[in-house]
């Protein structure tokens, strides 16, 4: 499986995801889906996130079930090995579903061949890698420029295989206020790729959202599309250090709470005084707690602790009109 390699590594970006799925019609349902896979514990931390969105064309039976089987393969394979690096277990998944769409094949199971379109991607740290099948797109917005990066990702075969549904990783660095957007093709049923930036630069990020949402469920049948906004990662506030007048006992419960800002003797206009002596451990009970705990046994904690992707800075702005009208409005210059 090729690919292209990314650059050095650089952190402190997050990533916000909005779904927005269309399926006015609850038959459709089974068939359409958009999954956001996070790490589910500390070991899987540095696999960083796997998202994206299948569809398949094909509404028989038979295909009913391959778009939530598929999920399960991906992410199940994605996450079994957290020691592998991201990269390695990207392929492994993609490697992994291919083997699950030929053992269908193998059964009879034939009518999604050539209908089934994904686009399945990977964040961790700064980087993200992306594979597409059939017409699924991503998109990157920069700097006020929209690149279609899963372009060319599909596999070419005029004859589709199942062991080729995804045969190309593609890699690049993202940053701060990039914009991706993972979609069907059915958008470009009410939309030209040229309308999806301006309204990028005409909205901010909520109102581009509910601009979608409301352009694609009044207008199409079923649809998906997927928005992730790249953000700086905000940083926890340091919290000031708390002096304590008192010797604690590491066992004990008052151990986890924090202590008042103001000194016990001080007082407070309609407050007494509090009194020292009631806020007291003594030596004697310290030390039958710590005997106790000794007794029980410490519990054990763990800590939880190229196709290169072009362009910088998202431009903005801002419209005081309802996103109805704007819709109605790009749809009349269309």
């Known amino acids: 499986m090729s690919r292209n390699k990314p650059d050095k590594k650089i952190s402190g970006l997050e990533s916000e995801f909005e779904s927005i799925l269309v399926c006015n019609n609850r038959s459709l349902r089974p068939y359409i889906e958009i999954f956001v896979f996070e790490p589910e514990n ?195 506030p340091i919290a000031a250090p708390v002096q304590e007048s008192e010797q604690l006992n590491a066992f004990s419960q008052e151990a986890f709470f924090r202590k008042p800002a103001r000194n016990a003797m001080q007082s407070v206009a309609g407050e007494p005084a509090l009194n020292n002596s009631s806020s007291e451990i003594t030596q004697e009970k310290i030390s039958r707690e710590i005997e106790d705990e000794i007794n029980k046994g410490q519990e054990e904690f763990t800590d939880e602790k190229n196709g290169h992707i072009y362009i910088k800075e998202t431009h903005e702005e801002h419209l005081n009109n309802k996103v109805p009208n704007e819709y109605l409005m790009i749809l009349g210059e269309k």
């Open 42 to 236: 500390a070991t899987q931390k540095s696999l960083g996130t796997f998202f994206g969105i299948f569809e398949i064309s094909d509404i028989s039976e038979d295909s009913s079930y391959i778009v939530n089987y598929l999920s399960s393969v991906i992410k199940k394979e994605y996450f079994s090995k957290p020691k592998r690096s991201p990269i390695e277990s990207f392929e492994a998944a993609l490697h992994k579903s291919n083997l699950a769409l030929s053992k269908l094949a193998e059964h009879g199971n034939i009518k999604w061949l050539g209908k089934f379109n994904a686009l399945v991607a990977i964040i961790e740290k700064n980087n993200l890698h992306i594979a597409q099948a059939g017409t699924a797109s991503a998109f990157l917005f920069r700097s006020g420029g929209l690149t279609d990066i899963s372009e060319g990702l599909s596999s070419d075969d005029p004859e589709p295989h199942p062991l080729k549904t995804f045969v190309n990783v593609s890699s690049g660095k993202l940053e701060v206020q990039d914009k991706l957007i993972i979609t069907t093709e059915s958008i470009f049923d009410i939309f030209s790729f040229e309308e999806i930036k301006k309204s990028i630069l005409r909205f901010s990020e909520e109102k581009f959202i509910q601009f979608l949402k409301t352009a694609l469920g009044n207008e199409l049948e079923k649809a998906a599309v997927l928005i992730v906004d790249i953000k700086k990662k905000k940083e926890a």
